[in-house]
């Protein structure tokens, strides 16, 4: 791992341009490409690919296609969970999704920062924070989790909401940002 991959992989500042995150990017594209161009009657074949980019697929995992990803090996999915078309998962950050998820279409879960600094910015360096899903969670179409966020289990995310900060477990959240508007019965 090269000096800026490691940089990345710690949740540091890096730069993207490095020849090692280029060519991890581009293994990333080529298995995606295979992937979301796969025969809709072939699902084992898309497991076998899913399992060759992510980094954990649990068992009854579904994922329907077109996903991108940035790397793929940042990402962690438990069993039994669902993602529809079209999610977009930055993966610059370590991206965990519990066992049991229900993800909408169009989901975007973000671990990619930049600085605020223009300069650093100009000079293209970039981090990130994880993102953690907990088991059951319901992240409705359209949902945008930012960076560092984590979201409790059985939690319920309304469509269309960002998330900007943690949310508890047992609750519904909605809005822009997302705010807790009731608590679920637990189990």
Known sequence: MTGQKARMRAGEPYRADDPEL??????AAELLHTCNHSAPGDPAARRALLEELLDEVGDDVEIRP????DYGYGIRIGAGTFVNFGAVLL????????ADCQIGPNVQLLTATHPLEPAARRAKWESAEPITLGDNVWLGGGVIVCA???IGENTVVGTGAVV????????????TPARVVKNLPTD
Do not use: E, K
């Open 22 to 27: 280029q060519a991890d990017a581009l293994r």
């Open 164 to 175: 900007t900060t943690d949310l508890p477990p047992n609750v519904v959240a909605v809005g």
């Open 148 to 150: 560092g966020v984590t």
């Open 66 to 69: 077109p996903l991108q990803v």
């Open 91 to 98: 993966d610059v950050g370590r991206i965990t999704i519990g």
